[in-house]
């Protein structure tokens, strides 16, 4: 059962390399001019700031190429223009295949400027930045080479180019290329081939990192020491959490979202994740399904008066990811006052040398018109909290009054996941991004420390159905 990522991508699929390629002409010689309506035209090529990627927007559709200075591929990215264009130029997309991450929106960034777009995703926090290019590069318009030096190269390149903490896990990226580069020959087989591209990544140590060759061939990374959970410890730590509840919860998204009233006026959410709380995962449908339970959780009569909360605790725990944005949806519930929840910053290695895109603050807004939550919060994290888990609690650490954090470490991968493709149609995750604290801190590796320690999920607290992480907010916030 390994640890979920924030967003995945459909798989790749090899005839859409023999279509994309056959789609080049129509795609480099678009047309360039500005729309009739007067807003700068999005038809053409842009090249991505950071993330390796040119989007191409022909006529109503929209699709990825992944590139690295050694390789380009179709990325699996592709969506149908829906709707006309929107104030300012802004123009909607649809996913072709899934609506799992959303709405898709490319806007130019000043009025007028046909050169320099912005695009979104309806479930991610802030924006990437693209410029327009007039071709592709030329390894676009070329059948890429399978053999197993050129997947090894595509693998490699990609890591260089875009992984941000190498440094920081203490990985010399150079020296596994010469480590492993030279016992790959025309003859390594399929198996032997993904060994070796696991054994690149394994030390990094990190949950945002996996492979897929299909079958029984993939791995998942995750921070050293990490006790990857089964069905059975799921179902130890479901039983545990709800003995130390001590009373039923009400529950909404498939089971991901669970609220009680505790004793002493405390109220206590608990969230597994981040995604999935409709039966067919799009984003549009978990917003509301999530508003739907917050809706029904902060009342006027929990949020104000004679009976209110005193105090709530938010169960993340066990927590395996999902959307930035929904967990800033919770955050704009527990104030009234709007503050930064953290910057994020992308790997940028378009130009040449070790360098980052632009620090890009990501804001809570409180609700509008509404009640919301603003009293004394603890925050109950683990190994098992990850990705938007962390990125939650990270936004929670600036709210006023903060939070007591109270657990262990989180497990230490933030970022969005880069879903890419190699020549042989294997595909592969890795992380782009740094989310940093006020003071510029990053929490990747290490995860975000708790300001109580106590021991989570662990064989001796299982066995015993214990739960010290919840009775010490319990006794703290009583």
Known sequence: MPLTVRRRRAPFRAAALALALAALPAMTNGTLGNAASGNPSLEGLWQSTGYGTVISVSGRH????????????????????????????????????????????????????SDVIRLRFADNAGFRTLRRVHELPERCG????????????????????????????????????????????????????????????????????????????????????????TSDTVTKIEKATTASVGTPQQRWGRGAIGYADLPERIGYLRITRFAGFTENGDYARDRAELDKALDAIFTEARTRGSKALRALVIDLRFNGGGSDALGLRIASRLTTHAYTAYTKRARDNT????????????????????????????????????????????????????????????????????????????????????????????????????????????????????????????????
């Open 62 to 113: 929209l699709r990825s190429y992944e590139t690295t200075r050694v390789s380009c591929l179709p990325g699996s990215l592709e969506a149908e223009q829906s709707g006309s264009p929107r104030a300012g130029g802004a123009v909607d997309f649809t996913p072709a295949v899934s609506e799992e991450a959303g709405r898709i929106t490319l806007a130019p960034v000043t009025a007028g400027n």
């Open 142 to 229: 070329q059948r890429p080479p399978t053999d197993p030096r050129a997947v090894f190269d595509t693998f490699w390149q990609t890591y260089a180019e875009n992984y941000p903490s190498f440094t920081a896990k203490g990985v010399d990226w150079e020296a596994v290329r010469d480590r492993y580069r030279p016992t790959i020959t025309a003859g390594t087989t399929d198996a032997e081939l993904f060994g070796i591209l696991e054994s690149m990544i394994e030390p990094l140590h990190d949950a945002h990192t996996a492979i897929n060759a299909g079958g029984n061939q993939h791995f998942t990374g995750h921070r050293a020491g990490t006790k990857v959970p």
């Open 351 to 478: 130009v040449g040398g070790e360098r980052f895109t632009s620090a890009q603050p990501i804001g809570v807004s409180p609700r509008s018109g509404g009640p919301v939550y603003t009293g004394p919060l603890a925050v109950l994290t683990g190994r098992l909290t990850v990705s938007a888990g962390e990125t939650f609690t990270q936004a929670l650490m600036n709210r006023t009054p903060g939070p007591v954090r109270i657990g262990e470490n989180t497990q230490g991968a933030l970022s969005d996941t880069m879903d890419r493709v190699l020549p042989n149609g294997w595909s592969f995750t890795l992380p782009n991004e740094k989310y940093l604290a006020p003071n510029g801190a990053a929490y990747d590796g290490a995860g975000i420390a708790p300001t109580i320690r106590v021991p989570v999920f662990t064989d001796d607290e299982l066995a015993a159905r214990r739960d010290s992480a919840l009775t010490r907010a319990r006794e703290l916030l009583g």
